[in-house]
Nanobody, 126 residues
Framework: EVQLQASGGGLVQPGGSLRLSCAASGFTFDDYAIGWFRQAPGKEREGVACLSSSDGTTYYPDSLKGRFTISSDNAKNTVYLQMNSLKPEDTAVYYC???????????????????WGQGTQVTVSS
């Protein structure tokens, strides 16, 4: 059974940084794809990053390129989302998600992945 657990959220001041972690289990961690998504109150869920382990390709929406970075530590079965220069509009619940085998990559703007972890709250405020 695929399980995903996001952690690392919290309260940070504008301009600060946070690193979120997604601990994954139940699938082969040398051939996977993980996406990070977020949902702010009253807004639609949006994809913020995706990593494909098969070739190391990463995907970001243009609006977040340069501020958010997705990476992984396969030895720890963990995917990270490094968020820098945070803004109040980055406030949201952040989720990690993964597709079923042979499903499309969970890219920003792409199809909804099958497996989801619980969210972690990120609040950017002074």
């Amino acid at each position: 059974e695929v399980q995903l657990q996001a952690s690392g959220g919290g309260l940070v001041q504008p301009g600060g940084s946070l690193r979120l972690s997604c601990a994954a289990s139940g699938f082969t961690f040398d051939d996977y794809a993980i996406g990070w998504f977020r949902q702010a109150p009253g807004k639609e869920r949006e994809g913020v990053a995706c990593l494909s382990s098969s070739d190391g390709t990463t995907y970001y929406p243009d609006s977040l390129k340069g501020r958010f970075t997705i990476s992984s530590d396969n030895a720890k079965n963990t995917v990270y989302l490094q968020m820098n220069s945070l803004k109040p509009e980055d406030t949201a619940v952040y989720y990690c998600a993964a597709p079923q085998a042979d499903d499309p990559l969970p890219r920003p703007g792409g199809p909804t992945p099958h497996y989801w972890g619980q969210g972690t709250q990120v609040t950017v405020s002074s």
